[in-house]
């Protein structure tokens, strides 16, 4: 079955390290996001990508980077780990249409120390 | 900004109740889109409805069934006849003009036995 995946699922850091949350789907979808939340705020969008190469900054992108380089994957990266930066981190996708429903990965969970 | 309002931040509820949960938005655009997304205990987001700004109509799944009202900006959720497994937190949310989803702040169901 077609699908989204997070990987770590949890993960513990320290202040100023470089981390990396990995996402990845199999329904060959074009649009894919990447949200964080926090109690209180919802979900709020990190960054998205409507394509191989494309790459765009959501509302809270500060400290956060993407890259685009196949369809599948939406790795997302923190340049300097911060404590502000601990959250749940909730990637998603969705087919190709701009307004096409997003479904969602399980979630990362980030502590940073 | 044009923000998703869930005023209810908990609602606990005994098995069998019927329970609604409220969603007001905001928005200048005259098309838009509406969804509510089920979080449970575990942590994933399960989508559970998708609406269109032009379809009115109240839609009815099983046990769940959404009020769609233009004239007062509300998109809220009932579920007929509670259950112990509909204890979750659930997220409304709207797309705007820029595609982005804009989710309110979600509200924690408790369904006790």
Known sequence: DAEITQSPRHKITETGRQVTLACHQTWNHNNMFWYRQDLGHGLRLIHYSYGVQDTNKGEVSDGYSVSRSNTEDLPLTLESAASSQTSVYFCASSESRLWDTQFFGPGTRLTVL | ?113
């Open chain 2, 1 to 113: 900004a044009q923000k998703v309002t869930q005023a209810q931040t908990e609602i606990s509820v005994v098995e069998k109740e019927d329970v609604t949960l409220d969603c007001v938005y905001e928005t200048r655009d005259t098309t838009y889109y509406l969804f509510w997304y089920k979080q449970p205990p575990s942590g994933e987001l399960v989508f559970l409805i998708r609406r269109n700004s032009f379809d009115e109509q109240n839609e009815i799944s099983g046990r769940y069934s959404w009020n769609f009202q233009k004239s007062t900006s509300s998109f809220n959720f009932t579920i007929t006849a509670s259950q112990v497994v509909d204890s979750a937190v659930y997220f409304c949310a709207r797309m705007d003009s820029s595609y982005k989803l804009i989710f309110g702040s979600g509200t924690r169901l408790l369904v006790r036995p």
